[in-house]
């Protein structure tokens, strides 16, 4: 059984910074690319960010490039989301999910970001 556990949220001033982290268990991290996800209080899910299997390509969404970096330790079957300048219209409930995922695969409870002064 797929299970990804998100971590790391929490409350942060303007311009800080946050590390979220994914935990995954029950399939073959390290054959698989992953992605982080969003979804802000009111709106739909977002994807933010995707890296490939052996962590050598990363992929964001134009809201979040520059300002956040996606990576992973297939070691300790962990992904990451480093998360810097950040900005109000960040805060959301984070997720992580493998790609492709299964019509099974659910969502995991995620992890809060809260952006505010």
């Known amino acids: 059984q797929v299970q990804l556990v998100e971590s790391g949220g929490g409350l942060v001033q303007p311009g800080g910074s946050l590390r979220l982290s994914c935990v995954a268990s029950?399939?073959?991290?390290?054959?698989?690319?992953m992605c982080w996800y969003r979804q802000a209080s009111g709106k739909e899910r977002e994807w933010v960010a995707l890296i490939d299997s052996p962590g050598m390509y990363q992929n964001y969404a134009d809201s979040v490039r520059g300002r956040f970096t996606i990576s992973r330790d297939n070691q300790k079957s962990t992904m990451y989301l480093q998360m810097n300048s950040l900005k109000p219209e960040d805060t959301a409930v984070y997720y992580c999910?493998?790609?492709?995922?299964?019509?099974?695969?659910?969502w995991g409870q995620g992890t809060q970001v809260t952006v505010s002064s």
């Open positions: 999910k493998r790609f492709p995922s299964s019509a099974s695969d659910s």
């Open positions: 029950g399939f073959a991290f390290e054959n698989y690319s």
